[in-house]
């Protein structure tokens, strides 16, 4: 005897049918809830906006550049994908300072905070 769920009016949405396959060609349609859906959509990324993080993105390629780097072999030296520095130079990522702190050491940079009050 096999279980349907029952989906009220209003939730097709919700749910998705997908077909998974079984021992012996033995395949089975169920119905599983599409993460994401819903009235409370989750924002899955944030950019940054300060002034601060915007200067040093535009830092970061001519960095790589006048290393002599690719993306790839940098992506390589830190240990991380080639698409998270693509993401980063193109200012669409979110780095951990331990991050940044690897990348300014390979790019032979040097960060100074200066807090002062306005």
Same mark, same amino acid.
């Given at each position: %005897? =096999?279980?349907?769920?029952?989906?009220? !009016?209003?939730?097709?949405?919700?749910?998705?049918?997908?077909?998974?396959?079984?021992? %012996?060609?033995?395949? +089975? &349609? @169920?119905?599983? &809830?599409?993460?994401?859906?819903?009235?409370? $959509?989750?924002? =899955?990324?944030?950019?940054? +906006?300060?002034?601060?993080? #915007?200067?040093?993105?535009?830092?970061?390629?001519?960095?790589?550049? $006048?290393?002599? /780097?690719?993306? $790839?072999?940098?992506?390589?030296? %830190?240990?991380? *994908?080639? *698409?998270?520095?693509?993401?980063? !130079? +193109?200012?669409?990522?979110?780095?951990?300072?331990?991050? /940044?702190? $690897?990348?300014?050491?390979?790019?032979?940079?040097?960060? !100074?905070? @200066?807090? #002062?009050?306005?």
């Amino acid at each position: %005897m =096999t279980r349907r769920k029952i989906i009220q !009016e209003g939730q097709a949405a919700e749910y998705q049918s997908i077909t998974t396959a079984g021992p %012996m060609k033995y395949y +089975n &349609k @169920k119905l599983v &809830k599409v993460p994401g859906s819903g009235s409370a $959509r989750e924002e =899955t990324f944030v950019p940054i +906006n300060a002034e601060w993080f #915007k200067a040093i993105v535009e830092e970061i390629a001519p960095a790589r550049r $006048r290393k002599y /780097l690719t993306q $790839r072999q940098l992506a390589h030296f %830190m240990r991380t *994908s080639q *698409s998270m520095i693509s993401m980063l !130079e +193109n200012g669409q990522g979110n780095p951990t300072v331990e991050f /940044l702190e $690897r990348l300014f050491k390979v790019l032979g940079l040097e960060v !100074e905070i @200066k807090i #002062k009050s306005l």
